[in-house]
């Protein structure tokens, strides 16, 4: 018989008190928590690199949830569309969420592009938060419960030359960081002649692979700018001999069949997803036996109940799901939960948010401890919104600016 553990107590009694919130409250009319939509709530600021978009939903009782759409650039068309989709959402019982998001996606009409599934990925990550409290448990308890015990990181490092590059990762590696993510590229490789951009990336990847020693994993992000899949397999092969962990978006994503065609090709794995949306996109993807890592960003394909079904499809063709998680600290928390009752979670994206100034927009800043997150136990998200903060770094206009290559035709960022 199991012992009566403090942590198997505890959860015991959250289940407890669970089972009496829905008994005391549950009924034909009223809805499992008797909890109403009073409002949605945007909030925008600047990181110091970047804008940031997040928002509340909160309830006639108090209770609050937080999200964090994908900012893509012209984040007012995010900003408008939840403005826009308040009257939705007001009035109802927050815990119906695939029916309060089926019926927000119906109603527009039109199949969602990025604009429309960022906003309602937010939401979705609000309502969670909200059931989550309700309930006084972790969301990935109302997800499937815990399939393992912490969530493994790769840090992302994005320096110009070999030798910076090695630096920072030698640093990580003595934080107990033990996979990586870098673009194979080197500076300006736009305006260069393609066979130096093979040998430099291959410099590149030496250098990270002596850093960091033989057994680490590393990724390699392509970022979806190259459109000839015989391209992106030389520049696959240049950097093989350092086995990689996976290449990342080598061709674009929308066209499916370039990337099948190179997945039968290549001699390491494939990981693509980051620009998909919803369902039936990952879907196509994956009856196209187009990856073998697929990587849906849950505050842009839908959030998490549309990510918990993405991952079952990917189980299924026998895929692993990384999360795409580029963005700072309440979108990390949205996905360690995802990963935290996910079978064929694989490893998260981390950009090392904890230290950077984004950290102050959130209560929590949740720090990775020898290249893994803890499960987190606060109720719902585990994750407050710092609207003080927030409030002191209004946004500013953010530019990517105009990549070209060396004819002045413009290029991929």
């Not at 900012?71 to 068309?77: A, K, S, V, Y």
């Not at 590696?173 to 040998?199: C, D, I, M, S």
């Not at 980051?274 to 196509?284: C, R, V, W």
């Not at 893994?372 to 998200?381: C, D, N, S």
Request: aromatic share 8%; charged share 20%.
């Amino acid at each position: 018989m199991a012992r009566n553990t403090p942590e198997r107590l505890h959860w015991r009694a959250r289940w407890l008190q669970w089972q009496h919130s829905l008994s005391r409250h549950a009924g034909p009319a009223k809805g499992v928590n008797a909890l109403k939509i009073t409002d949605i709530r945007t909030y925008r600021c600047h990181d110091g690199a970047r804008n940031s978009l997040f928002l509340q939903v909160r309830t006639d009782e108090g209770l609050t949830g937080v999200g964090e759409p994908y900012t893509i650039g012209p984040d007012e068309g995010i900003v408008g569309l939840v403005e826009s989709a308040v009257p939705w959402f007001v009035g109802q019982d927050p815990s119906r969420i695939e029916w309060l998001l089926r019926r927000a996606r119906n109603t527009m009409r039109f199949p969602l592009g990025q604009v429309g599934w960022s906003a309602l990925s937010g939401i979705e990550h609000a309502l969670w938060d909200i059931a989550g409290k309700a309930a006084n448990l972790p969301v990935y308890m109302l997800l499937g419960g815990r399939f393992r015990e912490r969530v493994r990181v790769y840090h992302a490092i994005y320096d110009p030359t070999p030798e910076k590059l090695a630096e920072t990762a030698q640093a990580l590696v003595a934080q107990g960081y033990t996979a990586f993510k870098t673009t194979p590229y080197p500076p300006e490789w736009r305006l260069k002649p393609w066979n130096e951009v093979l040998r430099e990336s291959a410099r590149r990847m030496e250098a990270l692979r002596k850093a960091v020693g033989p057994d680490a994993d590393i990724g390699l992000d392509f970022h979806a700018t190259l459109r000839e899949p015989a391209r992106a397999r030389q520049l696959a092969e240049a950097v093989a001999p350092y086995r990689p962990m996976f290449v990342e978006e080598p061709v674009r994503p929308e066209h499916i069949a370039s990337t099948a065609q190179l997945r039968a090709q290549l001699g390491v794995p494939l990981a693509t997803g980051e620009n998909l949306y919803g369902l039936s996109q990952f879907a196509d993807l994956l009856d196209a036996e187009a990856a073998d890592i697929i990587q849906p960003d849950l505050c842009s394909a839908g959030g998490l109940l549309e990510g918990k079904k993405i991952a079952a499809l990917a189980e299924a063709h026998y895929v692993t799901v990384a999360p795409h998680n580029p963005l700072g600290l309440l979108s990390t928390a949205v996905s360690v939960h995802l990963a935290a009752c996910t079978p064929n979670f694989l490893i998260l994206e981390y950009h090392g948010d904890h230290a950077k100034p984004k950290a102050q927009f959130v209560d929590d800043p949740w720090k990775p401890v020898d290249g893994y997150f803890a499960l987190p136990t606060r109720p719902g998200l585990g994750m407050e919104l710092d609207l003080d903060a927030i409030a002191r770094h209004p946004p500013k206009p953010w530019d990517r600016g105009f990549p070209t290559y060396s004819d002045g035709a413009p290029a991929f960022i």
